[in-house]
């Protein structure tokens, strides 16, 4: 019997992988990992060694970690009924497995009696902090437990993995449960003709409407939503969407807020458990904030710095829409702030967004977004020729292709890219994935399928496998996919997290590449968003789709002169999701009585952009802090914590050049390439000479 979640190939044969084949490949891949661990324990106490110790633990648990790898990504881009049945099937199962690993007394016996060797007290360098790292590693997840405390730990890992999985379905099956059909185009005046196109495809897809006769559906995926509530000029229209908005993770069978409640719970009991007083504090105890209360004073003093700002973007829009609908300042509704600020940008810059559209074709925007690296990092991209069978399918899977071969994907807009060094020596391949579906979760992210490392003694180079993905506007009519300067940040954003994992060069898989402290990891991919915004950077990619010319200098100027606009508003915004995140697991985890609706909006009163009807929670619809075990929990500040680092570090290109080469190579060889090796701060002090300077976020967004 074959075992295609186990191919070792480096290519995926996505073809291969069934739903029916899900349960035997998983259930092996765990007696495997099972019987590795048990030889890593059951070696000679006398003989020791980092390399059996160790290595010999990432190694048992590498097959287990990219097979079961694979499903999960499937059930994020390829969700089905058969699919979805075969993942919660054995999730229990593998979540129960790596929830006893750290509760192994025997494992952790083997690494504590192997720390304290002679071979492991003289260790420098990445092997110490292996080591270092593994032994708070294991200590955090509940190694010096007494018994009935571990046994109560692993069902509370089990009851997590469970809840978050339902929540995560929950929000995939309420956006998808939700549309709107028009019968009548002119009901969508304002909106950008490629939004209007693309609701016509939509409908057309579904089998609604005719040729004759045309509808438009519209949906609450991003590239459909999105322009009704800046461009529709029908209020109604957009209160439809905005309530409809509402219903993800609410209400009847989807409804989320048990699941919240549970959840928090669990983990505050966990947290407790091991010792801290809340999850927040456990789990930032190996981050560069340490502690929850250094989060939130965060969160807050970044708060009282913009407060000031942020009231009068708000009364300037209120007063703006009196004045133009000849009416009283009042409390403008949640389906009005994004029309009403539209409008006022597009009248103070005389600049709509939608007029860049033409210079954002998303293959322009890889092209181009790729020869920055090249030029920056000193590598070469080269995209690959691809073929399609359907996930599963099987019957015909092609050969595993060979170097330069077509490699198989699982949908046919999939792209697979090459990443070489400049001798030639192959990096990684990543896949880009960039249009919604429904099968495909929401949101933008990168992962990686297989970790790469380094030659190291004995061990042979390997490549990196990653992947990233989106759900950007798709092509309509035959023509390219038009990308507002939102989505090509996105891009780059994402391309940011696949280039730390890809030039990953540490020997240890656990140190290596995006395997740092939370806090710290999105400082890449957040430094990458600012090429987006730098005339030198922007002509690499900017071009429009039809005569390949460049963003003439006048429209250029207007996107930067209105680049912080509604600024103090923007980052309130992110400011109002970190505090939700913290106040949730610091100071609410165990309120299961309250109403999430009216404690959010009193932990946010002065966070939030107030309006007459008040919205209902996002916690119901928050998939980085609930759609898995960990995620983004008690940790959604790291967006701002590191976008403070990036927009420090981005100075240093400033200064010595936008694309100069040696600073890219700097920040190669000092950030994108250490993983955690070392000290995330230190890291930093080494590409930039100091310790970051907590001014340059505040004043990039003109907020100084």
């Known amino acids: 019997m074959s075992h295609p979640y186990l191919d070792e190939s480096f290519h995926v044969r996505w073809s291969t992988l069934a739903p029916a084949t899900v349960e035997a490949d998983i259930t092996l891949a765990l007696e495997r990992a099972e019987q590795k661990l048990a030889d890593v324990v059951n070696q000679d106490r006398g003989r020791l060694s980092f390399e059996s110790v160790i290595m010999g633990y990432e190694d048992a648990l590498r097959e287990l970690n990219e097979s079961w790898g694979l499903v999960t990504h499937l059930d994020s881009v390829c969700n089905g009924p058969e699919l979805r049945e075969a993942h919660n099937k054995m999730l229990p199962k593998v979540s129960a497995f790596f929830a006893k690993i750290p509760l192994d007394e025997h494992l952790w016996d083997l690494i504590l009696t192997y720390s304290k060797t002679d071979e492991a007290k003289a260790l420098t360098g990445t092997q110490r902090r292996a080591v270092d790292e593994l032994l708070a590693w294991f200590r955090q997840h509940g190694a ?164 000031s700002a942020f009231d009068r973007e708000i009364v300037d829009l209120q007063e703006y829409r009196a004045d133009k609908t000849h009416t009283d300042v009042r409390l403008l509704e949640p389906w009005e702030v994004a029309y009403w600020s539209e409008k006022r940008r597009h009248e103070r810059y005389d600049f709509d967004h939608e007029e860049l559209r033409p210079y954002f074709p998303v293959d322009g925007v890889l092209s181009g977004m790729f020869r920055i690296a090249e030029k920056l990092f000193d590598v070469r991209i080269a995209e690959r020729q691809t073929t399609f069978s359907a996930v599963g399918d099987g019957s015909e899977a092609p050969a595993v292709p060979a170097e330069s071969g077509a490699v198989e994907v699982w949908h046919p807009e999939v792209k697979f890219f090459d990443m070489r060094n400049a001798d030639g020596v192959l990096i990684g391949g990543f896949y880009a994935d960039w249009h919604p579906r429904d099968s495909k979760r929401s949101g933008a992210w990168m992962n990686y399928l297989k970790g790469g490392w380094p030659p190291n003694g004995e061990r042979d ?38 280039i730390h994992q890809l030039f990953g060069n540490v020997p240890v898989p656990s140190l290596n590449g995006v395997n740092v402290a939370w806090d710290f990891v999105e400082l890449p991919s957040q430094l990458m968003e600012n ?50 995140d913290l106040e949730l697991h610091i100071n609410h985890s165990v309120d299961e009585n309250a109403d999430l609706d009216r404690l959010g909006r009193t932990l946010l009163k002065d966070y939030i952009f107030p309006t007459n009807t008040e919205p209902p929670s996002m916690a119901r619809r928050f998939g980085h802090l609930f759609s898995s075990p960990v995620g983004y929990a008690a940790s959604y500040y790291s967006y701002k914590w590191a976008e403070v680092l990036d927009a420090d570090a981005f100075t ?51 907020l100084a």
């Not at 459909?224 to 993770?249: F, Y």
């Not at 505050?268 to 007083?277: I, V």
């Not at 190579?665 to 970051?692: C, H, T, V």
């Open 652 to 702: 240093r290109f400033q200064h010595e050049g936008v694309l100069n080469p040696k600073v890219g190579r700097a920040l190669r060889d000092n950030i994108l390439s250490k993983g955690n090796s070392e000290d995330p701060a230190k890291l930093f002090r080494d590409f930039m000479g100091r310790d970051p300077d907590p001014n340059a976020l505040l004043a990039r967004a003109g």
């Open 144 to 307: 010096e437990l007494l018994p009935a405390k571990k046994k109560r730990l692993e069902e509370i890992e089990a009851e997590l993995s469970q809840a978050t999985q339902k929540y995560s379905e929950n929000v995939l099956d309420s956006t998808n449960a939700w549309d709107m059909v028009i019968d009548d185009v002119a009901q969508l005046k304002g909106l950008p003709q490629s939004a209007i196109d693309a609701a016509k495809a939509d409908a057309a897809a579904k089998g609604v409407g005719t040729p004759e006769a045309p509808k438009y559906r519209f949906t609450l995926k991003a590239p459909s939503l999105i322009p009704v509530m800046e461009h529709a000029e029908d209020d109604s229209l957009r209160k439809r969407v905005w309530e409809g908005n509402g219903t993800v993770g609410r209400g009847d069978k989807y409804d989320n807020t048990a699941l919240v409640w549970q959840i928090l719970r669990l983990r505050h009991e966990k947290a407790t458990l091991l010792g801290k007083p809340q999850f927040a504090d456990y789990i930032l105890e190996r981050r560069m904030a340490k502690n929850g209360r250094t989060a939130l004073t965060f969160t807050e003093d970044l708060h009282r710095k913009v407060k």
């Open 461 to 498: 180079r390997r490549a990196h496998l990653g992947l990233i993905c989106g759900n950007m506007t798709p092509p309509v009519d035959g023509k390219p996919a038009l990308l507002t300067h939102d989505e090509v940040c996105t891009i780059f954003h994402e391309f940011g997290h696949l």
């Open 531 to 580: 090429f987006c915004w730098e005339r030198e950077s922007l002509d690499f990619f900017a071009k429009h789709h039809e005569t390949g010319a460049p963003i003439p200098d006048d429209l250029f100027k207007k996107l930067i002169n209105a680049r912080n606009y509604m600024s103090a508003v923007a980052m309130m915004r992110q400011l109002s999701f970190g505090k939700l």
